[in-house]
């Protein structure tokens, strides 16, 4: 038989991508690997942040490379009730530096401007009818069909501005819950990339997936102004529209059938209630390092579907976000989990929750209506 054109080809260098290609080109340069992406660069407009704990110390390898900033110093929530310092350091992957870096790493091993139009257990096709074979393909193209979900969104629409001034901002603040509540439940999002530049993202946890982006846009520049930034220059900009999944069947969304082998979104592979898949996506390519190609469809389907059965109580959280608070009543739901342990707070980001992480959260006064709640729990939203 002829040897196959790749020992493994990797469809998409977005996140999931990016990393599994970075393990095997680190760990196994025995394989012949081939990251194709369609974008003119890998990544995409992103940036990735993520806090100390949500990538195990042995895993770190994997991402270190693409971190483009680091604090240290931790994070910062604000709600109306609590103003609250974290002592978990953040830092963030931007895409520039993910591209920069992976380009470096592969060489000719990746290759962009390549839209697949077809992908099988054993090759793709590209869009300009070239095929290329492989022992074994990896699907990374990002989200599948969505409408196979029960979901609620998390959307958003971010600036980086560039200030005469200092801006006085010394840290991450991951929620500034303090600004007028808006289609569902609404937070800025604060990243100080020095002492005059500052990404500024304005996020809803709303129902519905629209973003108004020139509507964002204003109270961006509104919320610049009350922080008495007015003369600024926008020198990045991005936006996304991530789902918050309270439901649904695997099954569907990753159909039994389906023979080719996935990893990241389009596995299913995130944080159900933040739609984050940064920690998901380090531990899944650390995982797959260390894996043969054989079966790959069905160790990657089993994988992905034992983390779906993980994320069921995040799931049931998201359930009565969405289904039984009133949406400018969400703020609440995060102040009180921000009252919570360090801990705690950072085992839940990563989707690490304890059994008594679980209890905790729950436990106490509700923020939501307990008539609501069990509404909701007994007759999930559609
Ligand atoms: C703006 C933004 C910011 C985010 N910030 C964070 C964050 O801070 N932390 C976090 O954990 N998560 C974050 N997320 C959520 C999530 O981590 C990202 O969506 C992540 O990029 C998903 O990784 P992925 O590899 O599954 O998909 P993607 O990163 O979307 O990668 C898919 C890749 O496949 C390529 N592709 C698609 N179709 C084809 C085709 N036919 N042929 C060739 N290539 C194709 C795409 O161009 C893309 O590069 C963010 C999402 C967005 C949109």
Redesign the pocket.
């Known amino acids: 038989m002829d040897r196959p054109d790749h020992d493994l080809i990797i469809?998409?260098?977005?996140?999931?991508?990016g990393l599994i290609a970075h393990a095997f080109a680190t760990k196994r340069s025995d394989v012949r690997i081939l990251l194709?992406?369609?974008?003119s660069s890998a990544g995409?407009n992103?940036?990735?942040?993520?806090f100390d704990g949500d990538v195990a110390p042995q895993d770190r390898w994997l991402i270190d490379p693409f971190v483009a900033h680091r604090w240290p110093q931790g994070h910062a929530v604000h709600f109306p009730g609590r103003n609250r310092k974290l002592d978990t350091p953040y830092q963030s992957v931007t895409s520039v530096q993910f591209s920069e870096s992976l380009a470096r790493l592969l060489g000719d091993r990746l290759v962009t401007g390549?839209?697949?139009a077809t992908v099988s257990p054993k090759g793709v096709t590209l869009s300009n009818g070239q095929m290329l074979s492989a022992r074994a393909v990896i699907d990374?193209?990002?989200a599948a069909d969505l409408t196979m979900l029960h979901c609620g969104w998390q959307k958003f629409v971010g600036h980086t501005l560039r200030l005469p001034e200092p801006h006085g901002i010394d840290r991450p603040v991951i929620m500034d819950a303090t600004v007028p509540q808006h289609d569902g439940y609404r937070f800025v999002y604060l990243l100080p990339w020095d002492d005059r530049s500052i990404f500024v993202e304005d996020t809803y946890y709303s129902n519905s997936p629209e973003l108004d982006v020139p509507s964002i846009d204003a109270r961006i520049a509104d919320y610049a102004a009350a922080r008495g930034w007015s003369e600024f220059e926008i020198v990045h900009r991005?936006?996304?529209v991530?789902p918050v999944v309270h439901g649904g069947d695997f099954d569907r969304y990753w159909p039994r059938h389906d023979p080719v082998a996935r990893a990241?979104?389009?596995a299913g592979l995130?944080q159900p209630m933040t739609?984050?898949?940064?920690p998901d996506?380090a531990r899944f390519a650390a995982w797959i390092v260390g894996q043969s190609l054989d079966d790959l469809p069905a160790k990657t389907r089993a994988y992905a579907k034992a983390q779906w059965a993980r994320g069921g109580y995040y799931r049931l959280l998201g359930k009565m976000l969405f289904g039984a608070a009133q949406p400018d009543q969400r703020w609440h739901i995060f102040e009180r989990f921000y009252g919570l342990s360090p801990d705690l707070i950072q085992r839940f980001y990563a989707g690490r929750s304890t059994a008594y992480d679980r209890i905790r959260i729950l436990c106490g006064r509700p923020p939501v209506p307990i008539r609501s709640a069990m509404r909701t729990l007994l007759n999930p939203p559609a």
Do not use: K, P
């Open positions: 469809v998409g260098a977005g996140l999931s991508g194709l992406e369609r974008g995409g992103h940036i990735w942040s993520f390549a839209e697949i990374c193209r990002g991005e936006q996304g991530l990241g979104v389009a995130f739609g984050y898949s940064l996506a």
